[in-house]
């Protein structure tokens, strides 16, 4: 039995699978490859596309889906082993995961990072329990990475560039007024290595380097495909050439815990000069730019690119039901064989 919990651990050809499935989903968006089947999706913290998404697809694919919120609809869950329960959680994920993979046939997960600890939330607790325990494929709906988001972004880029290898793609860490989780970003510069692009990441600080456990897998795919991970704070280097603009906010892993310093860390860095405007987008080789959503503009993209054709942030959120159900319809299959 096969998880979907972090592209790491599918080739480029499986990703690329996937993505060709998810065009014909797009082409043809109903089919029975969920006829009969069950699905919990398991969302621990709020969501607007993650759950539409994953809601329509299991519909378009025949299948039906029960959304679970512990500590909102459903009983608080605790995931660590070896906890003294007198907390908030009621129940522990040794009892709960089994028994909804004896309801459902496939259980979507989403649980963000606590922010206090990174080496606790390296360990992406809530997942790697629900994948211990279930006894039918997971899915990861965002946890300390997103690969179904990545999907959607490498569809939209794949649609409107067409061939990735050795193309220039900027990871720019962009504003926001609070600290936000790496999910993305660690994504993000995973399927951009992985996709034969030459990445860099655009930081104002070394502080904001991803952890190392993402930063030496995109290293690994890029000498594989023969190109080349660089992160600067130069952002005319950065966006210089550049094909592809990804935009992404993220905390600085050094200063989990301790917000208050890492404010003044980005006051001091300038981080404001980071949102993207049309001085920058004017310095790329007629580049795209994207981001994940939720945006706010003019703190992370300006009003003139958002509002551009090159603004690929809309078409990208409409490809996560694309993909979903590619990822859904093929895990159902495996779990069948």
């Given at each position: 039995?096969?998880?979907?919990?972090?592209?790491?651990?599918?080739?480029?050809?499986?990703?690329?699978?996937?993505?060709?499935?998810?065009?014909?989903?797009?082409?043809?968006?109903?089919?029975?490859?969920?006829?009969?089947?069950?699905?919990?999706?398991?969302?621990?913290?709020?969501?607007?596309?993650?759950?539409?998404?994953?809601?329509?697809?299991?519909?378009?694919?025949?299948?039906?889906?029960?959304?679970?919120?512990?500590?909102?609809?459903?009983?608080?869950?605790?995931?660590?082993?070896?906890?003294?329960?007198?907390?908030?959680?009621?129940?522990?994920?040794?009892?709960?995961?089994?028994?909804?993979?004896?309801?459902?046939?496939?259980?979507?997960?989403?649980?963000?990072?606590?922010?206090?600890?990174?080496?606790?939330?390296?360990?992406?607790?809530?997942?790697?329990?629900?994948?211990?325990?279930?006894?039918?494929?997971?899915?990861?709906?965002?946890?300390?990475?997103?690969?179904?988001?990545?999907?959607?972004?490498?569809?939209?880029?794949?649609?409107?560039?067409?061939?990735?290898?050795?193309?220039?793609?900027?990871?720019?860490?962009?504003?926001?007024?609070?600290?936000?989780?790496?999910?993305?970003?660690?994504?993000?510069?995973?399927?951009?290595?992985?996709?034969?692009?030459?990445?860099?990441?655009?930081?104002?600080?070394?502080?904001?380097?991803?952890?190392?456990?993402?930063?030496?897998?995109?290293?690994?795919?890029?000498?594989?495909?023969?190109?080349?991970?660089?992160?600067?704070?130069?952002?005319?280097?950065?966006?210089?050439?550049?094909?592809?603009?990804?935009?992404?906010?993220?905390?600085?892993?050094?200063?989990?815990?301790?917000?208050?310093?890492?404010?003044?860390?980005?006051?001091?860095?300038?981080?404001?000069?980071?949102?993207?405007?049309?001085?920058?987008?004017?310095?790329?080789?007629?580049?795209?730019?994207?981001?994940?959503?939720?945006?706010?503009?003019?703190?992370?993209?300006?009003?003139?690119?958002?509002?551009s054709d090159r603004f690929l942030g809309v078409a990208e959120a409409e490809n996560r039901l694309h993909v979903q159900k590619a990822v859904m319809a093929?895990?159902?299959?495996?779990?069948?064989?």
């Amino acid at each position: 039995m096969r998880h979907f919990l972090t592209t790491e651990d599918w080739t480029r050809e499986e990703l690329q699978a996937l993505l060709d499935a998810a065009r014909v989903f797009r082409a043809d968006p109903f089919s029975d490859a969920l006829a009969r089947r069950s699905l919990a999706f398991v969302f621990f913290n709020p969501s607007m596309r993650t759950r539409s998404s994953f809601q329509v697809g299991a519909h378009q694919l025949g299948g039906h889906s029960v959304v679970l919120e512990p500590g909102g609809s459903s009983w608080p869950i605790e995931a660590r082993d070896g906890v003294v329960m007198d907390g908030d959680a009621e129940e522990h994920a040794r009892e709960v995961v089994p028994i909804l993979s004896r309801y459902f046939d496939m259980i979507g997960v989403r649980s963000f990072p606590k922010f206090k600890i990174w080496s606790d939330d390296l360990t992406d607790p809530v997942l790697s329990a629900f994948a211990k325990y279930a006894s039918v494929p997971v899915i990861n709906m965002e946890t300390i990475v997103h690969p179904c988001q990545e999907l959607a972004m490498m569809m939209a880029l794949q649609d409107r560039i067409g061939e990735t290898d050795g193309r220039k793609f900027t990871l720019s860490w962009v504003p926001h007024p609070r600290p936000l989780n790496t999910a993305v970003a660690n994504s993000a510069l995973l399927m951009a290595a992985k996709f034969g692009f030459d990445v860099t990441i655009a930081v104002p600080d070394e502080a904001y380097r991803l952890d190392e456990r993402f930063m030496s897998a995109a290293q690994e795919s890029a000498a594989a495909n023969g190109r080349s991970i660089t992160m600067t704070t130069d952002l005319d280097a950065a966006y210089d050439g550049a094909n592809v603009v990804y935009a992404k906010s993220w905390g600085a892993i050094p200063y989990f815990g301790r917000w208050d310093e890492e404010a003044a860390l980005r006051e001091k860095a300038g981080a404001a000069r980071f949102m993207i405007d049309e001085e920058k987008m004017a310095r790329t080789d007629n580049g795209v730019v994207s981001h994940c959503l939720p945006m706010r503009r003019n703190v992370k993209i300006a009003d003139a690119v958002a509002d551009s054709d090159r603004f690929l942030g809309v078409a990208e959120a409409e490809n996560r039901l694309h993909v979903q159900k590619a990822v859904m319809a093929r895990l159902a299959v495996e779990a069948r064989s």
